[in-house]
């Protein structure tokens, strides 16, 4: 859907990053940012700009629109290794995806 989002790609441009999702109980996956083009993966990935680690059922309700991602990090659910502007993005980014889905 990245890819394909005119929205998504005017909001990564120039943003070249590479994110770790830890789900507690679900494994890691990986979304690499270069040059406007989205890829992922679910194994580990080196290199990493950004890991986000919280539980699987927490990242499925912040996914689903259902828990805000900044609450989740106020309240220690989900951590942070990284620059706390890269997760922002991460937010700005499924935000963008969660409206898409809605229509």
Known sequence: ???ELEDLQ???EGWNRRLCFDLLGAGQYW??????????GDDSLED????LTLDAAVAARIFAGE??????FTSGSLRI???????????????L????IEY
Do not use: H, R, W, Y
């Not at 990493?48 to 890991?51: A, E, N, P, R």
């Not at 995806?97 to 898409?100: D, L, P, S």
């Open 1 to 3: 859907m990245g890819n």
């Open 10 to 12: 005017d909001e990564v």
């Open 31 to 40: 979304l690499a940012v270069q040059d406007g083009c989205f890829t992922t």
């Open 48 to 51: 990493v700009d950004l890991i």
């Open 67 to 72: 828990t805000d991602a900044e609450s989740a």
């Open 81 to 95: 290794e990284g620059d706390l502007p890269d997760a922002i993005k991460v937010q700005e980014l499924l935000e």
């Open 97 to 100: 995806v969660a409206e898409e």
